[in-house]
């Protein structure tokens, strides 16, 4: 896993990718250095509030790792989520996906700094998708996995149920 986010950090940092959908250009990183983490606190914290209308704007700045149809922002909360899970270091984030209609669709995970990830899937707020009711399922890990159609991703892996099949973040 350790391999995976260094080759990930060095696959990121070479697109330049990271910071606000606002803000294109090269901003310091705050993903750790080999071999170091970030202390999460131990109880987990509710995540930052979400407006209506959640723009990617709004969300970069709330800390969301953000995907807008293949442009990421906040690459650097991600390395460090998989940093602090190969380490055992408990830590949270939330992921925001746009849909095409540029809708937003939550991806929460939270690490308990021992076996297992909590994933919740929200997409309350696609209008053009069946609402889900914010599913959860206990994971036990991440990986990343090949597909012909969709190319290199992030997938959950020994999950309780089968809300991990919402759970889908590139690799880019």
Known sequence: MLALAAVWGLVSGCTGQSGSPRDHAASPSTAPAPGETAAAPAQPKAFPAVSDPYTADQAAANGDVVNVHGEMYNLDKWQMFLANLDAGVPDQLRITQYTIE?????????????????YTFDNSRDGFGSDAGRPSTICRDIELAEDKDRGSYYKLTGCDNDTYNTFWLPDL
């Open 102 to 118: 540029g809708a937003p669709i939550f991806y929460e995970l939270v690490y308990d700094g021992a076996e297992t990830i909590t």
